[in-house]
């Protein structure tokens, strides 16, 4: 009888050494003088040196890619979802006014291929460094009989830092108040599990085919483009005190995002009429999906809503314009509950 080891269990010990080999040099570019500590080591150290501020707060937020996982499998491509998971965390934070300190990621697999585990490691440090954070650390488990075999999951942790004074909670949010989007490229990382059963089970499309819709895009590129960061576009805003509230447009869309910045007592118009990426209109036609429903699993082209007073709306506009993006007037606050859309 063949003695059993752990590679014939399915883990591959050696395979997970070559994934730390293959990224060490792309994560300890991310690295700045506050780490203390290199990859290998149980715990991440960072020296939280905070001598600037007045009050240091932490922010730190926790999540993951979803199902957007099961398109880069079916496209064999996992180099976004990186970025995806790092941007979406930076968003996460930004929304009360924080910058990035560092991030910690987590990838689980039914058998790990270390090609495939430094893409993702890539993506991340990629993200890391355009966001001025640093990948501190992580884990990756090769889970046998709980992951199929080709299967990835992605999650992570981002820790950030804001001055106290500086905080946003949107409870100097009024009626009156102008809304500001700001476009998506997509999905983002939200509502995929409703837009694979349209677009391959539905449509019977495959990642590969083009369509009309989608210009010279393939579905898959379409639907792995990568969620954005907003961080450098909203630094100046923040700087400048422009902002009462924003509110990161995820799972739940407008809807359900929304609303959770809002004092009670206040609810909002929404004007729809910016441009929705060609994404959106391909699921909705071939599901024939209610546009309430695309509203409620989707972006629809507003990664992020900023409140600004009316008074303060030009110079937060012409700031974004500089940061090059492509703002748009969303709406605006009234008094109410809940959220109100005027097509």
Not at 24 to 49: E, I, P, Y
Not at 215 to 230: C, E, I, M, P, Q
Not at 259 to 272: D, F, N, T, W
Not at 288 to 293: C, G, K, L, P, Y
């Amino acid at each position: 009888m063949k003695p059993v080891d752990y590679r014939s269990s399915g883990v591959d010990i050696q395979e997970g050494e070559k994934a730390v080999s293959l990224m060490k040099a792309k994560v300890r570019k991310t690295f700045t003088k506050n780490v203390l500590s290199d990859l290998g080591h149980f715990g991440g150290l960072f020296r939280a040196d905070f001598s600037h501020m007045k009050e240091p707060v932490l922010v730190a937020s926790t999540d993951g890619v979803g199902t957007k996982l099961k398109v880069a499998s079916m496209v064999g491509s996992y180099g976004t979802v990186g970025s995806d998971l790092v941007n979406h965390c930076v968003n996460d934070i930004l929304v009360q006014g924080a910058s990035p300190l560092f991030f910690m990621d987590y990838i689980a697999c039914g058998r790990l291929d270390a090609l495939t585990a430094a893409d993702i490691v890539s993506g991340l440090a990629s993200a890391c460094s355009g966001n001025g954070c640093v990948l501190l650390g992580g884990e990756t488990a090769e889970m046998p009989g709980f992951y199929g075999e080709g299967d990835y999951d992605v999650a992570g942790t981002i820790v950030g830092l804001v001055e106290k004074e500086m905080i946003i909670d949107g409870s100097d949010i009024h009626p009156g108040m102008i809304v500001i989007g700001l476009p998506s490229n997509g999905l983002h990382t939200n509502g995929y599990s409703l837009a694979r059963k349209v677009i391959f089970e539905t449509a019977g499309l495959s990642p590969s085919d083009n369509h009309p819709l989608l210009g010279n895009r393939s579905v898959g590129d379409a639907l792995l483009a990568v969620h954005k960061s907003y961080l450098r576009a909203l630094q100046p805003l923040l700087i400048e005190k422009l902002v009462k509230g924003i509110a990161h447009i995820t799972g739940g869309g407008i809807p359900g995002n929304l609303p959770r910045i809002l004092p009670a007592g206040c609810s909002a118009i929404i004007r729809p009429q910016w441009k929705i990426p060609a994404i959106f209109e391909l699921i909705r036609e071939s599901g024939h999906v209610d546009i309430s429903e695309m509203r409620k699993a989707f972006n629809m082209g507003a990664g992020m809503l900023l409140i600004v007073d009316e008074g303060d709306l030009d110079r937060a506009m012409e700031l974004l314009k500089i940061a090059g993006e492509e703002p748009f007037t969303a709406g605006e606050i009234i008094r109410g509950e809940g959220i109100v859309f005027e097509d």
